[in-house]
């Protein structure tokens, strides 16, 4: 019997190595690692991660498969001792989301599978850029809509144009409350479980803002389409402190885990944009940003290894004590963010980029660093992020 190593951003019977994977011919591996829950990030990435880990073993187990759930050390520890205990004919892995895992793999003699979890895998993205004289995301974002056919009229965009951004910039409403509460869901004994299992780390522990199963997760996504896509064009980079969610979907996560795929996302919004009622700028820009930047950023991670050892300003400043919370931040907007990553390990775009990352920026905060602090600090954070 062959094992699949799945990941733990990887949770998803359609990605890769697990697509065609047969309970009877298969068994599969998933490791939780001591020395990943070590590093020091937001409890609730933490918890989300390995909580989303065991919920889906369970579901691999009530579909026949045999589920070695271990934790260990260190990944490769776990998988070592995996080959030790159950001698596989294969170890097979789809290809992990990051080059340190990919070493990994290579380290260890694991058979890798192309990836298909994002829309344009990194080495179509290489073909596509060798072509270019410079990689603007728009001119990828197009020759993605093109590929997909998503707003698309034959060779034309559907409303006569690609990008409906000048629409998307109205200031916040004085009457927050039309934005809809995110769903939550309630906390039972597997959460407790997790929990208790979990180092102590920082950050407010979880009440439910994030699922932990690819059900909820499609319950979000349901959420979004049918309640906030239509207000999400006009008001996605307005911020207040009236409405720490606004229209945004808070997808993210699940998508970085596997637990949604991009190809469904963007179907369910187009399949509510061709019932009516809904904007195009609201549609075209979520489309964008999953099509266009999420994969974009995804390309340029594989096209440029060394870019996270680039830091072209010489910022070396060290992390603020206002950003560890070691102090209290004076600016009222700093303050509302930290908040939010605090109570929730999350805030969007704008909090993000115009604050949080503008500041850093303007500052001179070493780089290296900051990515660092944002990787621990976001529900949502990965290496290729």
Do not use: K
């Given at each position: 019997m062959r094992t699949v190593l799945v990941?733990?951003?990887?949770?998803?019977?359609?990605?890769?190595?697990?697509?065609?994977?047969e309970p009877d011919q298969t068994?599969?591996?998933?490791?939780?690692?001591?020395?990943?829950?070590?590093?020091?990030?937001?409890?609730?990435?933490?918890?989300?991660v390995v909580t989303a880990m065991r919920r889906f073993a369970g579901e691999l187990r009530d579909a026949g498969f045999e589920v070695d759930l271990r934790r260990a050390p260190t990944m490769g520890d776990g998988v070592r001792a995996h080959v030790d205990e159950c001698?596989?004919?294969?170890?097979?892995?789809?290809?992990?989301?990051?080059?340190?895992?990919?070493?990994?793999?290579?380290?260890?003699?694991?058979?890798?599978?192309?990836?298909?979890?994002?829309?344009?895998?990194?080495?179509?993205?290489?073909?596509?850029?060798?072509?270019?004289?410079?990689?603007?995301?728009?001119?990828?974002?197009?020759?993605?809509?093109?590929?997909?056919?998503?707003?698309?009229?034959?060779?034309?965009?559907?409303?006569?144009?690609?990008?409906?951004?000048?629409?998307n910039r109205e200031p916040p409403p004085k009457d927050a409350s039309i934005f809809t509460a995110p769903p939550s869901s309630a906390l039972d004994e597997l959460d407790a479980e997790v929990l208790a299992s979990l180092?102590?780390?920082?950050?407010?522990?979880?009440?439910?803002?994030?699922?932990?199963?690819?059900?909820?997760?499609?319950?979000?996504?349901?959420?979004?389409?049918?309640?906030?896509?239509?207000?999400?064009?006009p008001f996605e980079d307005a911020m207040t402190h009236r409405s720490?969610?606004?229209?945004?979907?808070?997808?993210?996560?699940?998508?970085?885990?596997?637990?949604?795929?991009?190809?469904?996302?963007?179907?369910?919004?187009?399949?509510?944009?061709?019932?009516g009622g809904v904007p195009i700028s609201s549609v075209e820009g979520f489309v964008r940003q999953v099509i266009g930047w999420r994969e974009y950023v995804w390309g340029l991670y594989w096209r440029w290894p060394d870019h996270a050892e680039a830091n072209v300003f010489d910022h070396d400043a060290p992390?603020?004590?206002?950003?560890?919370?070691?102090?209290?931040?004076h600016m009222r907007c700093v303050a509302d963010a930290l908040d939010g990553l605090r109570e929730r390990?999350?805030?969007?775009?704008?909090?993000?980029?115009?604050?949080?990352?503008?500041?850093?920026?303007?500052?001179g905060l070493d780089p290296k660093a900051v990515m660092r602090w944002q990787w621990d600090h976001y529900i949502d954070g990965a290496e290729w992020v």
């Open positions: 990941f733990g951003d990887q949770l998803n019977r359609r990605i890769g190595a697990l697509s065609d994977a068994r599969v591996l998933l490791v939780e690692s001591e020395a990943v829950l070590a590093l020091g990030r937001h409890v609730q990435r933490n918890h989300l001698s596989p004919d294969e170890l097979v892995a789809t290809e992990p989301n990051s080059r340190r895992a990919r070493a990994l793999c290579e380290r260890l003699g694991v058979t890798q599978v192309r990836s298909n979890q994002f829309l344009c895998h990194h080495e179509d993205f290489a073909a596509w850029a060798d072509d270019q004289t410079t990689l603007q995301m728009e001119r990828f974002y197009r020759w993605r809509r093109t590929a997909t056919g998503y707003l698309m009229d034959g060779d034309e965009p559907i409303g006569g144009q690609w990008n409906f951004d000048h629409d180092p102590e780390t920082h950050g407010e522990s979880p009440v439910g803002w994030w699922a932990t199963s690819r059900r909820g997760a499609l319950a979000r996504l349901r959420h979004f389409v049918d309640h906030e896509l239509g207000r999400f064009g720490w969610s606004l229209a945004h979907s808070m997808l993210s996560p699940y998508l970085n885990l596997g637990l949604l795929l991009p190809d469904e996302v963007c179907e369910r919004v187009l399949d509510r944009f061709e019932e992390i603020p004590p206002a950003l560890t919370g070691e102090a209290e931040p390990a999350w805030v969007h775009h704008i909090p993000r980029l115009m604050i949080l990352s503008n500041l850093s920026n303007l500052v």
